[in-house]
């Protein structure tokens, strides 16, 4: 029962990482500049992403533009692209997957199965956890290389933006769901190869009835 309920809580935090894995890879706010201007009416936020740059003014209004040519992207951006759709992908699949093997479900088949289930989704889990680490730590060590470097203009320079951080939360709520699986699993198999079955021996009928009988040839 302890198990389940550790299986159902590693759940609830991969649903947590695959939403916030989508959101990061979509949301434009990867990195932030904020330009204040002599006067507050023309303060803009420039919010550059993965798929589209975005202007926002003080008086309400933005703007976007797509990011079509991908020849033209820098090789980090490029790289969170690829890694962070890789990542939804991924943790997709562990949703899936683990909704077979769990214990409190009715899916999958025998205790086997479902054990080999969970563990197939807890290594899918943490891929994915990786995937979505390897791109925000590239990303942020961009930005705060620029930002400190003395030959970049301040208009020219960034700071990490929620998308950075939301992409860092859910990676890690993928790890620690993928390690919860694949534990949980381990467990199992471990405590089947400390504990064997034990081997009950009866004693043989035969050997009963031959010793009754010889006693009555004695009386």
């Known amino acids: 029962m302890a198990s389940a309920s550790l299986q159902f809580f590693a ?33 803009i936020t420039q919010m550059q992403g993965l798929w589209m740059d975005c202007t926002w003014y003080s008086t309400g209004m933005f703007s976007c533009t ?10 980090y951006i490029q790289a969170a692209r690829t890694t962070m759709v890789l990542s939804c992908i991924l943790s997709a699949f562990g949703i899936c ?11 999958g088949g025998d205790s086997d199965s479902k054990s080999h289930a969970c563990f197939a989704g807890g290594i899918c889990f943490i ?24 030959t970049i203009p301040e208009s020219s320079k960034h700071e990490p933006g929620g998308a950075v951080y939301t992409g860092f939360i859910s990676a890690g709520f993928l790890l620690i769901a993928g390690v919860i699986f694949c534990t949980s699993c ?34």
Not at 66 to 75: A, C, D, R
Not at 97 to 107: D, E, Q
């Open 66 to 75: 797509l990011k079509y040519s991908i020849l033209s992207l820098p090789v």
């Open 127 to 150: 891929l994915a956890g990786i995937s979505g680490l390897v791109p925000t730590s590239w990303y942020t060590r961009e930005i705060i290389s620029n930002f400190l470097d003395q």
């Open 11 to 43: 759940f609830i935090l991969a649903l947590f990482g695959v939403f916030g894995d989508i959101a990061a890879t979509l949301l434009p706010n990867w990195k932030v500049n904020a330009d204040v201007g002599s006067n507050i009416i023309t303060a």
């Open 97 to 107: 997957i683990t909704t077979v093997g769990m214990k409190c479900t009715k899916l």
């Open 186 to 219: 381990f467990n199992k198999q471990q405590g089947g190869w400390i504990y064997p079955p034990k081997q009950h021996h009866f004693p043989s009928t035969e050997q009963e009835s031959n010793e009754g009988y010889n006693l009555k040839d004695y009386v």
